[in-house]
């Protein structure tokens, strides 16, 4: 399985700061997304942070492990990477008065062949196009989801309250975090989009959906998807990374023939 990669980031229309970081190492195949949150610029920060060391760490790992690591290693080698990286911004938000209290959601995804693991804490989320039938593939850790699973509140409720960014997990606010990881199958064609609430919050499924089974690019879709959430009103910053999978060629290129490759 191919795959290409897309990430792109707006601070919105209210704010002037971007404490959202999105970025991908696309050697071994891996996409890290989070949103910060906290006083002065610790916001920045924490999800600042959050990227680098993940994407330091694991992708290190990866380029070692090779792109064929069990999916048992594979989510043990993402516990330990954020784990680590929690307690990194954990311990800044402790020794600096100006970093107390920061933390940012966080989603990871590690694409292999025919498979994607997909992590996240807070509500930062990850979407599947699979045709044209959108799918939200990771559940917020939020005031809001745990009310609508206990049925007191309806998803049309939940879309017009005062509480859309009480989140009730996140990175670096304790000294340990549960990262949640599940395994999808990865189809040729399928489109996975990780964002930020600032796009979520922003621009409904459907609109999400139709942006992404458009004939554009994907960093024209890239584009279009941060476009749509200021249309709406950019209340917020909006991050997104991309992928799109497709079926690797098995028809071998002139040189690479000559060569015996």
Known sequence: MNYEFCIRTDPGLARENNEDSVTFDEPVRLGILADGMGGYNAGEIASGMATTFIKSELGRWLSQAGRHANTREVRRAMEICVDNANRSIFNAANSNPHYSGMGTTLVVGVFQDG?????????????????????????????????????????????????????TRALGVEDAVLLEVNEHRVEPGDIYMMCSDGLSDMVDDEGIAKILAGDATLEQKAAQLIDAANANGGRDNISVFVAQASLASKKRGLISRMLGK
Request: with cysteine.
């Open 115 to 167: 498979r994607v693991l997909i992590g996240h804490i807070g509500d930062s989320r990850c979407y599947r196009l699979r045709g044209n039938e959108i799918t939200q593939v990771t559940k917020d850790h939020s005031l809001l989801q745990e009310q609508m699973d206990a049925g007191l509140i309806t998803p049309e409720q939940a879309a017009t309250s005062s509480n859309k960014n009480l989140v």
